[in-house]
Protein backbone atom coordinates (compact mmCIF):
# COMPACT_ATOMS: atom_id res chain seq x y z
CA UNK A 1 0.00 0.00 0.00
CA UNK A 2 2.63 2.34 0.80
CA UNK A 3 4.64 1.61 -2.45
CA UNK A 4 1.36 2.43 -4.32
CA UNK A 5 1.38 5.98 -2.67
CA UNK A 6 4.87 6.69 -3.29
CA UNK A 7 4.40 6.06 -7.14
CA UNK A 8 1.23 7.87 -7.43
CA UNK A 9 3.38 10.63 -5.64
CA UNK A 10 6.11 10.38 -8.16
CA UNK A 11 3.39 10.41 -11.01
CA UNK A 12 1.95 13.55 -9.60
CA UNK A 13 5.23 15.38 -9.56
CA UNK A 14 6.66 14.24 -12.84
CA UNK A 15 3.24 15.61 -14.11
CA UNK A 16 3.39 18.85 -12.43
CA UNK A 17 7.00 19.66 -13.87
CA UNK A 18 5.85 18.52 -17.21
CA UNK A 19 3.04 21.16 -17.11
CA UNK A 20 5.44 24.04 -15.65
CA UNK A 21 7.43 23.41 -18.95
CA UNK A 22 4.74 23.65 -21.43
CA UNK A 23 3.81 27.19 -19.49
CA UNK A 24 6.91 28.06 -19.12
CA UNK A 25 7.79 27.68 -22.90
CA UNK A 26 4.49 29.16 -24.26
CA UNK A 27 5.22 32.71 -21.76
CA UNK A 28 8.60 32.40 -23.68
CA UNK A 29 7.12 32.35 -27.01
CA UNK A 30 4.78 35.19 -26.33
CA UNK A 31 7.86 37.11 -24.99
CA UNK A 32 10.15 36.64 -28.41
CA UNK A 33 6.93 37.25 -30.36
CA UNK A 34 6.29 40.58 -28.92
CA UNK A 35 9.64 41.44 -28.87
CA UNK A 36 9.79 40.87 -32.44
CA UNK A 37 7.31 42.61 -32.98
CA UNK A 38 7.94 45.87 -31.22
CA UNK A 39 11.39 45.87 -33.20
CA UNK A 40 9.68 45.45 -36.26
CA UNK A 41 7.51 48.53 -35.09
CA UNK A 42 9.96 50.29 -33.69
CA UNK A 43 11.80 49.93 -36.88
CA UNK A 44 8.52 51.15 -39.01
CA UNK A 45 8.37 54.38 -37.13
CA UNK A 46 11.74 55.35 -38.07
CA UNK A 47 12.20 54.53 -41.52
CA UNK A 48 8.79 56.69 -41.95
CA UNK A 49 10.76 59.59 -40.58
CA UNK A 50 13.69 58.90 -43.04
CA UNK A 51 10.77 58.89 -45.77
CA UNK A 52 9.83 62.11 -44.63
CA UNK A 53 12.56 63.88 -44.31
CA UNK A 54 13.54 62.93 -47.95
CA UNK A 55 12.15 65.82 -49.20
CA UNK A 56 13.56 68.06 -46.83
CA UNK A 57 12.97 71.90 -46.28
CA UNK A 58 16.34 72.52 -47.58
CA UNK A 59 16.26 70.31 -50.94
CA UNK A 60 12.63 73.09 -51.27
CA UNK A 61 14.39 75.75 -50.33
CA UNK A 62 17.93 75.43 -52.37
CA UNK A 63 15.26 74.35 -55.53
CA UNK A 64 13.70 78.02 -54.94
CA UNK A 65 16.67 79.93 -54.73
CA UNK A 66 18.03 77.85 -58.04
CA UNK A 67 14.55 79.11 -59.84
CA UNK A 68 15.25 82.47 -58.91
CA UNK A 69 18.75 82.52 -60.46
CA UNK A 70 17.78 81.50 -64.45
CA UNK A 71 19.44 84.04 -66.10
CA UNK A 72 20.07 82.48 -68.89
CA UNK A 73 19.40 78.99 -71.36
CA UNK A 74 21.71 77.09 -69.32
CA UNK A 75 21.37 77.75 -65.94
CA UNK A 76 17.46 77.13 -67.16
CA UNK A 77 17.88 73.73 -68.55
CA UNK A 78 19.90 72.48 -65.58
CA UNK A 79 16.87 73.72 -63.34
CA UNK A 80 14.15 72.50 -65.38
CA UNK A 81 16.16 68.70 -65.65
CA UNK A 82 16.44 69.14 -61.72
CA UNK A 83 12.81 69.64 -61.69
CA UNK A 84 12.16 66.68 -63.71
CA UNK A 85 14.27 64.66 -60.99
CA UNK A 86 12.33 66.40 -58.10
CA UNK A 87 9.20 65.57 -59.38
CA UNK A 88 10.27 61.57 -59.82
CA UNK A 89 11.08 61.32 -56.16
CA UNK A 90 8.12 63.46 -55.17
CA UNK A 91 5.45 61.66 -57.17
CA UNK A 92 6.76 58.18 -58.14
CA UNK A 93 9.61 57.37 -55.11
CA UNK A 94 7.85 58.59 -52.45
CA UNK A 95 4.03 56.56 -53.15
CA UNK A 96 6.31 53.69 -53.58
CA UNK A 97 7.81 53.53 -50.30
CA UNK A 98 4.16 54.39 -48.90
CA UNK A 99 3.09 51.84 -50.08
CA UNK A 100 6.14 49.34 -48.85
CA UNK A 101 5.50 50.92 -45.18
CA UNK A 102 2.21 49.89 -45.63
CA UNK A 103 3.03 46.36 -46.85
CA UNK A 104 4.72 45.77 -43.65
CA UNK A 105 2.01 47.31 -41.26
CA UNK A 106 -0.45 44.39 -43.38
CA UNK A 107 1.87 41.39 -42.04
CA UNK A 108 2.09 42.58 -39.05
CA UNK A 109 -1.48 42.91 -38.86
CA UNK A 110 -1.81 39.29 -40.18
CA UNK A 111 0.92 38.64 -37.45
CA UNK A 112 3.41 37.03 -40.06
CA UNK A 113 6.71 38.06 -38.69
CA UNK A 114 8.80 36.97 -40.95
CA UNK A 115 7.60 38.27 -44.07
CA UNK A 116 7.20 41.23 -41.90
CA UNK A 117 10.35 41.51 -41.53
CA UNK A 118 11.88 40.41 -44.99
CA UNK A 119 9.23 43.33 -46.21
CA UNK A 120 11.02 45.58 -43.84
CA UNK A 121 14.53 44.93 -45.11
CA UNK A 122 13.51 45.72 -48.78
CA UNK A 123 11.64 49.19 -47.47
CA UNK A 124 14.83 50.19 -46.01
CA UNK A 125 16.93 49.81 -49.03
CA UNK A 126 14.60 51.41 -51.02
CA UNK A 127 14.40 54.39 -48.55
CA UNK A 128 18.12 54.52 -48.36
CA UNK A 129 18.54 54.68 -52.53
CA UNK A 130 15.69 57.80 -52.87
CA UNK A 131 17.60 59.38 -49.97
CA UNK A 132 20.99 58.90 -51.94
CA UNK A 133 18.91 60.52 -54.82
CA UNK A 134 18.01 63.16 -52.96
CA UNK A 135 20.83 64.61 -51.02
CA UNK A 136 22.61 64.36 -54.94
CA UNK A 137 20.20 66.58 -56.04
CA UNK A 138 20.78 69.01 -53.52
CA UNK A 139 24.32 68.90 -53.68
CA UNK A 140 24.27 69.63 -57.46
CA UNK A 141 21.64 72.37 -56.60
CA UNK A 142 23.79 74.16 -53.96
CA UNK A 143 26.73 74.39 -57.02
CA UNK A 144 24.30 76.86 -58.07
CA UNK A 145 23.11 78.81 -55.32
CA UNK A 146 25.85 78.90 -53.29
CA UNK A 147 28.31 79.21 -56.16
CA UNK A 148 28.80 83.31 -55.14
CA UNK A 149 29.10 82.93 -51.88
CA UNK A 150 31.27 79.85 -52.13
CA UNK A 151 33.72 81.41 -54.85
CA UNK A 152 33.16 84.86 -53.35
CA UNK A 153 35.17 83.38 -50.41
CA UNK A 154 37.92 81.79 -52.61
CA UNK A 155 38.51 84.66 -54.41
CA UNK A 156 39.16 86.66 -51.07
CA UNK A 157 42.11 84.01 -50.39
CA UNK A 158 43.71 84.63 -53.52
CA UNK A 159 43.56 88.22 -53.03
CA UNK A 160 45.28 87.87 -50.15
CA UNK A 161 48.11 85.62 -51.54
CA UNK A 162 48.45 87.40 -54.61
CA UNK A 163 49.04 90.75 -52.64
CA UNK A 164 51.70 89.26 -50.87
CA UNK A 165 53.20 88.18 -54.26
CA UNK A 166 53.20 92.05 -54.99
CA UNK A 167 54.76 93.47 -52.11
CA UNK A 168 57.95 90.37 -52.53
CA UNK A 169 58.16 91.77 -56.18
CA UNK A 170 58.45 95.54 -55.72
CA UNK A 171 60.66 94.43 -52.65
CA UNK A 172 63.30 93.39 -54.48
CA UNK A 173 62.25 94.52 -57.98
CA UNK A 174 65.96 94.94 -59.04
CA UNK A 175 66.81 91.23 -58.78
CA UNK A 176 64.11 90.24 -61.60
CA UNK A 177 66.10 92.58 -64.53
CA UNK A 178 64.76 91.66 -67.76
CA UNK A 179 61.74 89.11 -66.85
CA UNK A 180 60.11 92.14 -64.79
CA UNK A 181 58.18 92.93 -67.75
CA UNK A 182 57.12 89.72 -68.21
CA UNK A 183 55.75 89.35 -64.57
CA UNK A 184 54.41 92.25 -64.44
CA UNK A 185 52.65 91.33 -67.63
CA UNK A 186 51.52 88.31 -66.12
CA UNK A 187 49.92 90.86 -62.68
CA UNK A 188 47.88 92.28 -65.44
CA UNK A 189 46.29 88.92 -66.52
CA UNK A 190 45.64 88.53 -62.99
CA UNK A 191 43.90 92.08 -62.47
CA UNK A 192 42.14 91.24 -65.38
CA UNK A 193 40.47 87.97 -64.03
CA UNK A 194 39.60 89.68 -60.59
CA UNK A 195 37.79 91.69 -62.19
CA UNK A 196 35.86 89.37 -64.99
CA UNK A 197 35.12 87.46 -61.44
CA UNK A 198 32.96 90.73 -60.40
CA UNK A 199 31.59 91.20 -63.89
CA UNK A 200 30.21 87.61 -63.70
CA UNK A 201 28.78 87.89 -60.56
CA UNK A 202 26.86 91.02 -61.54
CA UNK A 203 25.74 89.36 -64.60
CA UNK A 204 24.70 86.17 -62.63
CA UNK A 205 27.30 84.08 -64.99
CA UNK A 206 27.16 81.10 -61.74
CA UNK A 207 28.67 78.67 -64.01
CA UNK A 208 31.87 81.08 -64.96
CA UNK A 209 32.68 81.63 -61.72
CA UNK A 210 34.18 78.52 -60.98
CA UNK A 211 36.37 78.87 -63.96
CA UNK A 212 37.88 82.20 -63.00
CA UNK A 213 38.75 80.80 -59.89
CA UNK A 214 40.34 77.83 -60.93
CA UNK A 215 42.11 79.94 -63.56
CA UNK A 216 43.18 82.76 -60.67
CA UNK A 217 44.73 79.78 -58.53
CA UNK A 218 46.88 78.34 -61.47
CA UNK A 219 48.15 81.59 -62.23
CA UNK A 220 48.79 82.70 -58.73
CA UNK A 221 50.29 79.82 -57.49
CA UNK A 222 52.50 79.95 -60.60
CA UNK A 223 53.37 83.65 -60.16
CA UNK A 224 54.64 83.02 -56.21
CA UNK A 225 56.76 80.07 -57.59
CA UNK A 226 58.49 82.58 -60.48
CA UNK A 227 58.55 85.41 -57.69
CA UNK A 228 60.30 82.92 -55.34
CA UNK A 229 62.94 81.55 -57.90
CA UNK A 230 63.21 83.68 -60.39
CA UNK A 231 66.03 85.97 -58.73
CA UNK A 232 68.08 82.71 -58.07
CA UNK A 233 67.51 81.65 -61.60
CA UNK A 234 68.81 85.57 -63.49
CA UNK A 235 71.67 85.19 -60.54
CA UNK A 236 72.99 81.50 -61.90
CA UNK A 237 72.28 82.08 -65.47
CA UNK A 238 73.35 85.66 -65.79
CA UNK A 239 76.20 86.03 -63.13
CA UNK A 240 77.27 82.82 -61.08
CA UNK A 241 77.21 80.54 -64.45
CA UNK A 242 79.25 83.05 -66.62
CA UNK A 243 81.80 84.09 -64.21
CA UNK A 244 82.88 80.23 -63.53
CA UNK A 245 83.09 79.02 -67.35
CA UNK A 246 85.40 82.11 -67.28
CA UNK A 247 87.56 81.23 -64.75
CA UNK A 248 87.32 77.36 -65.79
CA UNK A 249 88.18 78.55 -69.22
CA UNK A 250 91.32 80.56 -67.96
CA UNK A 251 92.71 78.09 -65.84
CA UNK A 252 92.37 75.65 -68.52
CA UNK A 253 94.53 77.94 -70.78
CA UNK A 254 96.99 78.75 -68.42
CA UNK A 255 97.71 74.96 -67.61
CA UNK A 256 97.62 73.89 -71.59
CA UNK A 257 100.37 76.63 -72.24
CA UNK A 258 101.95 74.79 -69.18
CA UNK A 259 102.09 71.58 -71.12
CA UNK A 260 99.35 69.89 -69.82
CA UNK A 261 96.78 68.19 -72.42
CA UNK A 262 92.97 68.64 -71.38
CA UNK A 263 91.05 67.77 -74.52
CA UNK A 264 89.66 64.72 -72.51
CA UNK A 265 87.27 67.12 -70.49
CA UNK A 266 85.95 68.80 -73.28
CA UNK A 267 85.65 72.13 -71.74
CA UNK A 268 85.08 74.59 -74.77
CA UNK A 269 82.40 71.76 -76.21
CA UNK A 270 80.48 71.62 -72.84
CA UNK A 271 80.83 75.69 -72.20
CA UNK A 272 79.31 76.00 -75.80
CA UNK A 273 76.53 73.17 -74.54
CA UNK A 274 76.36 75.08 -71.12
CA UNK A 275 75.83 78.53 -73.07
CA UNK A 276 72.63 77.06 -74.97
CA UNK A 277 71.38 75.72 -71.89
CA UNK A 278 71.07 78.90 -70.48
CA UNK A 279 69.40 80.33 -73.23
CA UNK A 280 67.42 77.74 -73.30
CA UNK A 281 66.31 78.01 -69.68
CA UNK A 282 66.01 82.14 -69.49
CA UNK A 283 63.19 81.74 -72.26
CA UNK A 284 61.66 79.05 -70.66
CA UNK A 285 61.95 82.00 -67.73
CA UNK A 286 60.74 84.69 -70.19
CA UNK A 287 57.07 82.91 -70.58
CA UNK A 288 57.22 81.90 -67.00
CA UNK A 289 58.36 78.02 -67.11
CA UNK A 290 60.45 77.64 -64.48
CA UNK A 291 60.42 73.73 -64.66
CA UNK A 292 63.73 72.04 -63.71
CA UNK A 293 65.25 75.30 -64.90
CA UNK A 294 67.49 75.63 -60.94
CA UNK A 295 68.06 72.14 -61.00
CA UNK A 296 69.55 72.03 -64.08
CA UNK A 297 71.78 75.49 -63.60
CA UNK A 298 72.51 73.37 -60.07
CA UNK A 299 73.72 70.31 -62.03
CA UNK A 300 76.13 72.52 -64.43
CA UNK A 301 77.32 74.58 -61.42
CA UNK A 302 78.33 71.27 -59.95
CA UNK A 303 79.83 69.77 -63.29
CA UNK A 304 82.50 73.11 -63.57
CA UNK A 305 83.49 72.29 -59.62
CA UNK A 306 84.24 68.68 -60.61
CA UNK A 307 86.68 70.67 -63.09
CA UNK A 308 88.63 72.26 -60.35
CA UNK A 309 89.34 68.62 -58.62
CA UNK A 310 90.53 67.62 -62.45
CA UNK A 311 92.85 70.40 -62.50
CA UNK A 312 94.22 69.71 -59.23
CA UNK A 313 94.32 65.81 -59.97
CA UNK A 314 96.12 66.87 -63.04
CA UNK A 315 98.57 68.88 -61.27
CA UNK A 316 99.59 66.03 -58.76
CA UNK A 317 99.99 63.86 -61.55
CA UNK A 318 102.53 65.95 -63.19
CA UNK A 319 104.52 66.20 -59.75
CA UNK A 320 103.89 61.87 -59.36
CA UNK A 321 104.62 61.40 -63.33
CA UNK A 322 107.79 63.66 -63.17
CA UNK A 323 109.17 62.25 -59.95
CA UNK A 324 108.87 58.51 -61.43
CA UNK A 325 110.81 59.99 -64.62
CA UNK A 326 113.91 60.60 -62.28
CA UNK A 327 113.42 57.54 -60.09
CA UNK A 328 112.54 54.88 -63.27
CA UNK A 329 115.92 56.24 -65.29
CA UNK A 330 118.13 56.13 -61.85
CA UNK A 331 116.59 52.08 -61.08
CA UNK A 332 117.40 51.39 -64.85
CA UNK A 333 120.60 52.88 -64.98
CA UNK A 334 121.76 50.93 -62.20
CA UNK A 335 119.65 47.42 -62.67
CA UNK A 336 121.43 47.57 -66.50
CA UNK A 337 125.05 48.21 -64.85
CA UNK A 338 124.69 45.34 -62.43
CA UNK A 339 123.83 42.88 -65.24
CA UNK A 340 126.38 44.20 -67.46
CA UNK A 341 128.56 43.21 -65.08
CA UNK A 342 127.03 39.66 -64.61
CA UNK A 343 127.66 39.31 -68.15
CA UNK A 344 131.24 40.16 -67.71
CA UNK A 345 131.80 37.81 -64.84
CA UNK A 346 129.84 35.05 -66.23
CA UNK A 347 132.51 33.08 -67.72
CA UNK A 348 134.80 33.34 -64.63
CA UNK A 349 131.57 32.53 -62.55
CA UNK A 350 130.99 29.32 -64.73
CA UNK A 351 134.80 28.08 -64.68
CA UNK A 352 135.01 28.33 -60.66
CA UNK A 353 131.65 27.18 -60.04
CA UNK A 354 129.68 24.01 -61.44
CA UNK A 355 126.07 25.81 -62.48
CA UNK A 356 123.37 24.31 -64.12
CA UNK A 357 122.06 25.99 -67.76
CA UNK A 358 118.64 27.16 -65.91
CA UNK A 359 120.98 29.01 -63.40
CA UNK A 360 122.63 30.97 -66.29
CA UNK A 361 119.51 31.46 -68.44
CA UNK A 362 118.11 33.23 -65.27
CA UNK A 363 120.54 36.60 -65.90
CA UNK A 364 119.25 36.45 -69.47
CA UNK A 365 115.74 35.90 -68.56
CA UNK A 366 115.89 39.45 -66.32
CA UNK A 367 117.69 41.16 -69.07
CA UNK A 368 114.79 40.18 -71.43
CA UNK A 369 112.69 41.90 -68.75
CA UNK A 370 114.74 45.00 -68.37
CA UNK A 371 114.50 45.04 -71.97
CA UNK A 372 110.28 44.79 -71.75
CA UNK A 373 109.87 47.73 -68.93
CA UNK A 374 112.92 49.96 -71.19
CA UNK A 375 110.10 49.32 -73.98
CA UNK A 376 107.52 50.31 -72.12
CA UNK A 377 109.30 53.33 -70.31
CA UNK A 378 110.08 54.93 -73.94
CA UNK A 379 106.53 55.04 -74.59
CA UNK A 380 105.47 56.33 -71.85
CA UNK A 381 108.25 59.23 -71.99
CA UNK A 382 106.77 58.95 -75.91
CA UNK A 383 103.73 60.20 -75.46
CA UNK A 384 104.42 62.84 -72.58
CA UNK A 385 106.06 64.60 -75.83
CA UNK A 386 103.60 64.31 -78.66
CA UNK A 387 101.02 65.75 -75.73
CA UNK A 388 98.77 62.75 -76.57
CA UNK A 389 97.67 61.67 -72.96
CA UNK A 390 96.81 63.54 -69.32
CA UNK A 391 99.14 63.88 -66.64
CA UNK A 392 96.61 61.62 -64.43
CA UNK A 393 96.93 58.85 -66.93
CA UNK A 394 100.82 59.22 -67.26
CA UNK A 395 101.44 59.25 -63.65
CA UNK A 396 99.27 55.67 -63.03
CA UNK A 397 101.16 54.42 -66.69
CA UNK A 398 104.54 55.33 -65.67
CA UNK A 399 103.20 54.17 -61.92
CA UNK A 400 103.23 50.23 -63.68
CA UNK A 401 106.18 50.90 -65.09
CA UNK A 402 107.33 50.81 -62.08
CA UNK A 403 105.83 48.12 -60.69
CA UNK A 404 107.17 45.95 -63.00
CA UNK A 405 110.69 47.51 -62.73
CA UNK A 406 110.35 46.02 -59.06
CA UNK A 407 109.65 42.62 -60.29
CA UNK A 408 113.04 42.57 -62.47
CA UNK A 409 114.74 44.30 -59.22
CA UNK A 410 113.39 41.55 -56.63
CA UNK A 411 114.73 38.84 -59.25
CA UNK A 412 117.94 40.17 -59.70
CA UNK A 413 118.44 40.43 -55.97
CA UNK A 414 117.51 36.45 -55.92
CA UNK A 415 119.88 35.90 -58.35
CA UNK A 416 122.70 37.91 -56.71
CA UNK A 417 122.19 35.91 -53.57
CA UNK A 418 122.28 33.06 -55.12
CA UNK A 419 125.56 34.17 -56.71
CA UNK A 420 127.03 35.43 -53.53
CA UNK A 421 125.94 32.29 -51.53
CA UNK A 422 128.68 30.21 -53.53
CA UNK A 423 131.75 32.15 -52.54
CA UNK A 424 130.47 32.18 -49.01
CA UNK A 425 129.84 28.42 -49.24
CA UNK A 426 133.04 27.73 -50.62
CA UNK A 427 134.94 30.15 -47.81
CA UNK A 428 132.43 28.23 -45.53
CA UNK A 429 133.87 24.70 -46.45
CA UNK A 430 137.83 25.86 -46.33
CA UNK A 431 136.69 27.21 -42.53
CA UNK A 432 134.89 24.19 -41.72
CA UNK A 433 137.95 21.92 -43.35
CA UNK A 434 140.47 23.60 -40.52
CA UNK A 435 137.22 23.09 -37.58
CA UNK A 436 137.24 19.52 -38.60
CA UNK A 437 140.59 18.75 -38.54
CA UNK A 438 141.28 20.54 -35.40
CA UNK A 439 138.52 17.94 -34.00
CA UNK A 440 140.11 15.08 -35.06
CA UNK A 441 143.58 16.52 -33.49
CA UNK A 442 141.98 17.03 -30.64
CA UNK A 443 140.49 13.52 -30.68
CA UNK A 444 144.01 12.11 -31.08
CA UNK A 445 145.52 14.12 -28.01
CA UNK A 446 142.56 12.91 -25.26
CA UNK A 447 143.74 9.46 -26.41
CA UNK A 448 147.52 10.33 -25.87
CA UNK A 449 147.06 12.24 -22.83
CA UNK A 450 145.77 9.62 -21.12
CA UNK A 451 148.41 6.92 -22.22
CA UNK A 452 146.03 3.88 -22.52
CA UNK A 453 148.07 0.64 -22.81
CA UNK A 454 146.34 -0.78 -25.77
CA UNK A 455 144.23 1.85 -27.80
CA UNK A 456 141.47 -0.20 -29.39
CA UNK A 457 140.77 -1.26 -33.61
CA UNK A 458 137.20 0.62 -33.22
CA UNK A 459 139.71 4.66 -32.79
CA UNK A 460 142.17 3.86 -35.80
CA UNK A 461 138.91 2.67 -38.02
CA UNK A 462 137.23 5.74 -36.85
CA UNK A 463 140.00 8.04 -37.50
CA UNK A 464 141.00 6.83 -41.38
CA UNK A 465 137.40 7.46 -41.90
CA UNK A 466 137.78 10.77 -40.59
CA UNK A 467 141.09 11.59 -42.59
CA UNK A 468 139.30 10.12 -45.61
CA UNK A 469 136.86 12.51 -45.59
CA UNK A 470 139.07 15.11 -45.17
CA UNK A 471 140.85 14.06 -48.58
CA UNK A 472 137.74 14.23 -50.36
CA UNK A 473 136.93 18.09 -49.22
CA UNK A 474 140.01 19.03 -50.11
CA UNK A 475 139.73 16.93 -54.02
CA UNK A 476 136.61 18.96 -54.09
CA UNK A 477 138.19 21.54 -53.04
CA UNK A 478 140.66 21.38 -55.59
CA UNK A 479 138.30 20.64 -58.92
CA UNK A 480 137.55 23.71 -61.42
CA UNK A 481 134.47 24.25 -61.31
CA UNK A 482 133.17 23.41 -58.00
CA UNK A 483 130.26 21.86 -57.20
CA UNK A 484 128.95 23.49 -54.34
CA UNK A 485 126.48 21.29 -53.70
CA UNK A 486 128.54 18.45 -53.78
CA UNK A 487 131.58 20.10 -51.25
CA UNK A 488 128.63 20.79 -48.75
CA UNK A 489 127.76 17.09 -48.75
CA UNK A 490 131.43 16.35 -48.12
CA UNK A 491 131.71 18.76 -45.63
CA UNK A 492 128.62 18.01 -43.65
CA UNK A 493 130.04 14.06 -43.92
CA UNK A 494 133.63 14.98 -42.52
CA UNK A 495 132.45 17.00 -39.41
CA UNK A 496 129.98 13.89 -38.76
CA UNK A 497 132.53 11.90 -39.10
CA UNK A 498 135.28 13.94 -36.63
CA UNK A 499 132.36 14.07 -34.38
CA UNK A 500 131.61 10.64 -33.90
CA UNK A 501 135.90 9.92 -33.64
CA UNK A 502 136.17 12.86 -30.76
CA UNK A 503 132.70 11.14 -28.95
CA UNK A 504 134.50 7.57 -29.54
CA UNK A 505 138.34 9.18 -27.98
CA UNK A 506 136.11 10.66 -24.99
CA UNK A 507 134.11 7.65 -23.94
CA UNK A 508 136.84 5.25 -24.23
CA UNK A 509 139.33 7.42 -21.97
CA UNK A 510 135.94 7.77 -19.67
CA UNK A 511 135.82 4.40 -19.37
CA UNK A 512 139.44 3.31 -18.82
CA UNK A 513 139.48 6.37 -16.16
CA UNK A 514 136.82 5.05 -14.38
CA UNK A 515 137.40 1.09 -14.69
CA UNK A 516 141.57 1.58 -13.73
CA UNK A 517 140.25 3.96 -10.72
CA UNK A 518 137.88 1.11 -9.53
CA UNK A 519 140.40 -2.03 -9.79
CA UNK A 520 142.49 0.42 -7.10
CA UNK A 521 139.99 0.91 -4.99
CA UNK A 522 139.01 -2.62 -5.08
CA UNK A 523 142.52 -3.51 -3.72
CA UNK A 524 141.25 -2.61 -0.46
CA UNK A 525 139.08 -5.69 0.06
CA UNK A 526 141.82 -8.02 -2.15
CA UNK A 527 143.38 -9.67 0.76
CA UNK A 528 139.87 -9.96 2.73
CA UNK A 529 137.35 -11.18 0.44
CA UNK A 530 138.51 -14.39 -2.53
CA UNK A 531 135.50 -13.43 -4.51
CA UNK A 532 136.96 -9.28 -4.90
CA UNK A 533 140.25 -10.74 -5.42
CA UNK A 534 139.21 -13.51 -8.58
CA UNK A 535 137.14 -9.99 -9.67
CA UNK A 536 139.95 -7.88 -9.58
CA UNK A 537 142.55 -10.09 -11.80
CA UNK A 538 139.29 -10.49 -14.43
CA UNK A 539 139.04 -6.71 -14.72
CA UNK A 540 143.18 -6.11 -14.67
CA UNK A 541 143.57 -8.52 -17.53
CA UNK A 542 140.49 -7.22 -19.48
CA UNK A 543 141.45 -3.70 -18.89
CA UNK A 544 145.06 -4.48 -20.31
CA UNK A 545 144.05 -6.03 -23.21
CA UNK A 546 142.15 -2.83 -24.08
CA UNK A 547 138.80 -4.09 -23.36
CA UNK A 548 137.99 -1.00 -21.29
CA UNK A 549 133.91 -1.35 -21.10
CA UNK A 550 134.11 -5.18 -19.73
CA UNK A 551 136.54 -4.39 -17.20
CA UNK A 552 134.86 -1.33 -15.45
CA UNK A 553 131.27 -3.89 -15.73
CA UNK A 554 133.35 -6.76 -13.93
CA UNK A 555 135.13 -4.62 -11.27
CA UNK A 556 131.23 -3.12 -10.40
CA UNK A 557 129.75 -6.22 -10.55
CA UNK A 558 132.74 -7.46 -8.49
CA UNK A 559 132.72 -4.27 -5.70
CA UNK A 560 129.10 -4.33 -5.45
CA UNK A 561 129.59 -7.29 -3.36
CA UNK A 562 130.86 -5.71 -0.78
CA UNK A 563 129.78 -2.26 -1.17
CA UNK A 564 126.36 -1.94 -2.73
CA UNK A 565 125.96 1.70 -4.48
CA UNK A 566 129.72 1.83 -4.71
CA UNK A 567 129.30 3.13 -8.76
CA UNK A 568 127.42 6.00 -7.88
CA UNK A 569 130.01 7.03 -5.14
CA UNK A 570 133.10 6.25 -7.49
CA UNK A 571 131.29 8.17 -10.56
CA UNK A 572 130.93 11.03 -7.91
CA UNK A 573 134.78 10.76 -7.10
CA UNK A 574 135.46 11.06 -10.34
CA UNK A 575 133.52 13.97 -11.22
CA UNK A 576 135.59 15.73 -8.74
CA UNK A 577 138.88 14.95 -9.52
CA UNK A 578 138.15 15.85 -12.64
Not at 24 to 51: C, P, V
Not at 173 to 195: A, P, T
Amino acid sequence: MYKEDCMDKVTIIITGIFVFCIILLYILTIIIKNKKKKEILSNIDRLTTEKNLIISSSLITEFGKANKLINNKKIASEVEEWKKRFDEIEKTDMPKLTDKLIEVESYMLEKNYAEAHRSLNKAEKSIFLVKAKSIKLLNEIKELTESEERNREAITKLKSVYREVIFKYNKNKNDYMDVSSRIELQFENIDKLFSAFEVAVQNSEYDELGKIVKALDDMIHNISIVIEEAPTIVMMATMILPKKMKDIKSVSNKMIREGYNLEYLNIDYNIEETNKKIAEIMDKLYVLNLQDSIFDLKTLLDYYETLYSDFDAEKRGKKEYERGLININERISKVSSIIRNLYAEIDNIKDTYDLSDDEIKVIDEINKELIAVKDSFKLVKDRTLIKVMPYSKLSSEIEMVAVSLSKVEDKLETTLKNLGSLKEDEARARDQLSEIKTIINNSKYKIKDYNLPVIPDKFYIELKEAHDAIKEIVKEIDKKPISIKTLNLRVDTARDLSLKLYQTADSMVNTAAMAEMAIVYGNRYRSSNTEVEMGLISASKAFYKGDYKNSLEIVLNTLNIVEPGIHKKLLSKMEKEV
